[in-house]
């Protein structure tokens, strides 16, 4: 018996958590990965309507984003996970437009809400997630696009994207806010200047500014934020800008930003299908490389290391005053980089790729030496400390869900399944990550106890257009068993999800 204590103990202890998570030993409860089932369903409005969840243990209230006729957050009921309903909402009229993300801890709900003109600052507000009552209405930076609390639940952070104008004339810095919770909300708000002496040395390693003007503190676009367990590190992906960021939490300030690099599809293990008019799905590689470009990132660590997960989505900018997406068979390739040009230009073959026009005219001749497209169509685990590549999906989750038949081959010619979301979990004695993808409406499920060998388990239908995933441990759970949340923004479908017990 002292073994068997002595091996669940050190298994727990040396496994990889998710940051605000620590599950005692008495409450992990195993569960089949292989068996997840829907339980439950609830339509929030249709088309918007059904975006970012959280959920409060101390009243099993799931709140969720919903942008549909009107901007509000809604209370569900989860106290039986298989009969949800809504029992409140708090409208966002009095804050600003749309409401963008959620967070929940020890009683305070947060939401990042954007300006009514989309460039100006945003707001972080804060409610009691009983009463539902207003306790801080606090000013961050322009389109806070995610909220996190820390582990702790002593400071708020906030991914301020600051998205341009369509004309590109405003185009805001985009920042990172801390608020500090125990100082009545006070909050402090930064942006990257601090960086702008590197963007040469940055920009070799795969680092992007570009669109008009090329300015780099407005041209940085946080999206995401992951934090440590010791509530003192985040991680904040900036998506367009192909990189991630570490924050010192304590002093509000940035320590460095990592580079994501491409990703190679002509390497073994990266064969994709990139033609959505070839008549079928077969994977090949090609002479193409892949943007990172990760929307959402979660972490863990594992024998003292910190790992970084993030979901390689892809985005380009597409606006009236700048657009920097075109078709590969529409732009001149350099004859001696691509001497069957011709062939590669068909639609059957590359010709119906979107491809990035601010990157791969390396001689500035006016055609293409090298081919970039949005997203890496993948998940990726990266060594936090150092931002190296530790472990990527390679083309795994196109050829899952192709072999289930969820894989839409009209985006074949855009970013595949689109891999959004991804969530750490702790399941019984096993670490797993949740990989919502948005294309293929649906999720994956793998087990990442060891960050640098995950294993794929199986990928699950859901809604239209998976925007948000949300785990729920055993520990915090209304029946002692962990639960998967996901909310589609295309149908506003919010679903439950709830495996076997072994």
């Known amino acids: 018996m ?13 496994s990889c958590k998710k940051e605000e998570v620590t599950i005692p030993l008495e409450n992990t409860v195993n569960e089949d990965l292989a068996s997840y089932q829907e339980i439950a369903s609830i339509n929030l409005g249709g088309l918007g309507s059904a975006e970012i969840t959280t959920f409060d243990p101390a009243t099993n209230r799931l709140f969720a984003v919903n942008n549909g006729a009107t901007n509000k957050i809604d209370v569900i009921d989860m106290s039986n996970p298989a009969s949800i309903k809504i029992i409140n909402s708090i409208s966002m009229q009095p804050y600003g437009g749309y409401v963008n993300s959620v967070d929940v801890k020890n009683g305070l709900l947060a939401a990042a809400i954007e300006s009514t003109n989309k460039q100006a600052p945003g707001k972080v507000v804060v409610f009691n997630t009983k009463t539902l009552k207003e306790l801080a209405s606090v000013t961050v930076g322009a389109l806070p696009d995610m909220v996190v609390f820390s582990p702790d ?3 708020i952070l906030s991914a301020n994207e600051g998205e341009p104008n369509d004309a590109y004339t405003t185009d805001p810095a985009g920042s990172v806010s801390i608020i500090n919770v125990d100082n009545n909300f006070t909050v402090t708000t930064f942006d990257f200047a601090g960086f702008s002496t590197q963007l040469s040395a940055l920009s070799a390693n795969g680092f992007r500014v570009f669109g008009p003007g090329k300015n780099f503190v407005n041209d940085i676009e946080p999206e995401y934020i992951t934090v440590s367990n010791d509530s003192k590190t ?6 367009e800008n192909n990189a ?3 924050i010192d939490i304590l002093s509000a300030t940035i320590k460095k930003i990592m580079p994501l690099g491409f990703k190679d599809y002509s390497a073994a293990g990266n064969a994709f299908d990139l033609s959505d ?3 079928t799905v077969a994977f090949k590689n090609a002479p193409v490389f892949g943007t990172f470009m990760p929307d959402a990132i979660s972490s863990c660590n594992y024998n003292g290391t910190t790992y970084l997960f993030t979901a390689n989505e892809g985005d380009a900018r597409e606006y009236p005053g700048f657009a920097e997406v075109k078709r590969l068979g529409t732009v001149v390739l350099d004859p001696v980089a691509f001497p069957t040009a011709a062939t590669l230009k068909t639609d059957a073959q590359l010709g119906r790729l979107n491809i990035t026009t601010t990157l791969g005219d390396k001689d500035g001749d006016g055609d293409f030496d090298a081919l970039y497209s949005f997203g890496a169509r993948s998940f990726s685990v990266w060594n936090a400390l150092t931002g190296a590549l530790v472990w990527d999906s390679k083309n795994e989750l196109d050829v899952k869900c192709n072999e289930l038949g969820v894989y839409d081959d009209t985006r074949s010619d855009d970013k595949g399944a689109e891999p959004e979301a991804v969530t750490i979990g702790r399941v019984g004695s096993r670490t797993v990550a949740f990989i919502g ?3 293929a409406d649906a999720f994956a499920v793998y087990d990442v106890t060891d960050p640098t060998k995950p294993t794929f388990i199986k990928i699950f239908k859901t809604g239209d257009a998976p925007e948000g995933l949300l785990f729920i441990p055993a520990s915090k759970s209304p029946i002692g068993q962990s639960l998967v ?3 589609s923004e295309n149908d506003g479908l919010v679903k439950i999800y709830k495996a076997n017990k072994l």
């Open 234 to 239: 985040a991680w904040v992906t900036l998506q």
């Open 485 to 487: 949340v996901v909310s």
């Open 244 to 246: 991630i960021a570490e």
């Open 2 to 14: 002292r073994k068997l204590f002595l091996f669940l103990f050190i298994s727990v202890f040396f």
């Open 153 to 155: 639940g002593k400071f």
């Open 437 to 439: 993808m948005e294309r």
């Open 277 to 279: 008019k070839d008549g």
